[in-house]
């Protein structure tokens, strides 16, 4: 940059803050990709335990032999990703700074079944437990409202938390017998959103 | 040429200067008459009564309605949004104490623009709107649409739903009441607790049908591309289809029964209690899951 551009540059940045911030952001971003040092052992080496780690919390085997399935394809060819390191890590500072704090989207209910010479893995992303966290602080602030709801709305509420609770309950037991069913899962989730959203509209009604 | 707030004048002269006697809504007094943006945004309360809601071709509100005495009915808002209703002793109760009753029933009937959006909330009020778009509430009240609207988000403790629009997006919600799905939507999610869910569509291009134990019925052929997720609890799950219909049916229940009546087609069977049946070529994607529910595929 050229003088005349840099004292330009100067003159803007003592007078707004916005882009004064912005830079103070990249400069600490930079220094901290200075001071990154390289990575103790090859990132072709760290990943797979890394990939283990996050699947092993989502992954429900089913069939026979689930074991028989490798998780994580074993390395094929060693290559040095040593050069990617300095990326990466510049990547993820860049993220932090502009991404965070971000809007984490409301998990939803998915399953996917991949079919592996004859063994099935099914991944379940289950939502239930994020929808009975959500149902419960519904349930909390509606005890708030409760008295400001109108009597035959009471009733509704009431007659239909019941049905809806019945059916978790069931539900519950269901997946207890029988936990790798992904059936079972999907239709607790879709219990509990009923649920949920049951909630919300008697919040309405208050 | 004839100003804007003009014309605006005119119509609610119009309007104002038509009989009182007759009891079509349509004569009732003109409450509010005034110049909006074609995008006006709307909030309505209405405890008790009806309100009809419709959509026409002119930047202008019209608020028709018959109002009882110990009743107050407010307008507050610019030409971009407003909001008005009624300020009953339901809603000062409800406002400032429990269990106020619903106060005399209010009829309206407002004309609003066509691209305007509108939140109306009512507690025994039905609800009737005609190419109106946005979002409808009742406790205990009917709402039923029809026409065209932009999207459509109806919602109920246990009124019934009565949803006939061309619509591109569409969510329902109710808890006893029934829901008839017809019209033309074709992204719906619609959803009951004990109450029946109708679907007498065939334009629905991604559909989630939910309930805990009301029965669902969907009669139609569900269109080549279509997506159908059909999820209960305890209550059935009907789908009647004409003989041509065309798709891979998914369907699964925990503990009830699978009634299939194409007989001329094989199913392949997953698991006791799990059927695959393709039906012509390709077509749509339908998934059911049922706990204890029946599943009834059955050919029109």
Redesign the interface.
């Known amino acids: 940059m050229d003088d005349d551009r840099r004292a330009l540059l100067d003159i803007h940045l003592a007078s707004c803050w916005n882009c004064k911030a912005d830079v103070a952001h990249l400069s600490k971003a930079m220094g901290a990709l200075r001071r990154v040092s390289e990575p103790s052992a090859p990132l072709d080496d760290l990943w797979p335990t890394i990939h283990d780690r996050i699947e092993s919390a989502k992954v429900i085997s089913l069939g026979t032999q689930p074991e028989a399935v490798p998780a994580v394809p074993a390395p094929q060819k060693r290559i040095s990703w040593l050069w990617l390191a300095p990326a990466g890590v510049a990547a993820a500072v860049v993220i932090a700074l502009f991404a965070l704090p971000g809007n984490h989207a409301k998990p939803d209910q998915q399953a996917a079944a991949v079919a592996d010479t004859g063994t099935t893995l099914v991944s379940v992303v289950d939502s239930s437990y994020a929808y009975e966290r959500e149902a419960q602080a519904l349930l909390d602030k509606l005890e708030l409202q409760r008295?400001?709801?109108?009597?035959?709305?009471a009733v509704?509420?009431d007659?239909?938390l019941k049905?809806?609770d019945v059916?978790i309950a069931?539900?519950k037991d269901?997946v207890a017998r029988d936990p790798a069913?992904p059936?079972?899962r999907?239709?607790l989730a879709?219990?509990y959103?009923?649920k949920v959203?049951?909630l919300k509209?008697?919040s309405?009604?208050? | 040429m004839v100003s804007n707030s003009l014309k605006v004048a005119l119509i609610a002269a119009a309007l104002g200067a038509a009989p009182l006697v007759a009891q079509a809504p349509e004569d009732m007094p003109v409450l509010t008459a005034k110049r909006v943006s074609p995008t006006f945004s709307m909030n309505m309360w209405n405890p008790a009564g009806h309100v009809k809601l419709i959509a026409w071709d002119r930047d202008s509100l019209v608020v028709r309605g018959r109002v009882d005495r110990s009743q107050k009915y407010f307008f507050g808002g610019d030409a971009n949004g407003a909001k008005l209703g009624i300020l009953s002793g339901a809603k000062v109760a409800?406002e400032g104490?429990?269990?106020?009753d619903d106060g005399k029933p209010c009829d309206f009937v407002v004309w609003l623009p066509r691209r305007g959006r509108l939140s109306i909330?009512t507690?025994s009020a039905d609800i009737e709107g005609i190419d109106v778009s946005g979002s409808f509430?009742t406790?205990?009240g009917a709402i039923r649409l029809s026409g065209t609207s932009t999207s459509i988000e109806a919602?109920?403790?246990?009124g019934n739903l009565d949803l006939g629009a061309n619509v591109p997006w569409l969510r329902a919600?109710t808890?006893?009441g029934h829901l008839l799905l017809r019209g033309k939507p074709q992204d719906v999610d619609a959803?009951t607790?004990?109450g029946t869910l109708d679907i007498a569509t065939p334009t629905v291009l991604r559909g989630q049908f939910?309930s805990?134990?009301g029965d669902i019925h969907y009669a139609g052929s569900p269109p080549t591309g279509a997506i159908f997720e059909f999820?209960n609890?305890?209550g059935s799950v009907d789908l009647l289809l004409p003989a041509t219909a065309a798709g891979v049916f998914s369907l699964?229940s925990?503990t009830g029964s699978i009634e299939n009546s194409f007989s001329d087609v094989r199913p392949a069977a997953l698991s006791p209690r799990?059927l695959r049946i393709t039906l012509g070529r390709g077509g749509a994607s339908v998934t059911v899951?049922?706990?204890?529910g029946v599943i009834r595929l059955r050919s029109q």
């Open positions: 008295a400001l709801l109108r009597p035959d709305a509704a509420l007659r239909d049905v809806v059916a069931e539900l269901a069913n059936a079972l999907q239709l879709a219990s959103r009923q959203d049951l509209r008697a309405n009604a208050s | 409800v104490g429990p269990q106020g909330k507690v509430y406790v205990s919602e109920s403790m246990n919600r808890g006893d959803a607790i004990a939910t805990v134990s999820s609890h305890s699964s925990v799990s899951r049922t706990y204890k």
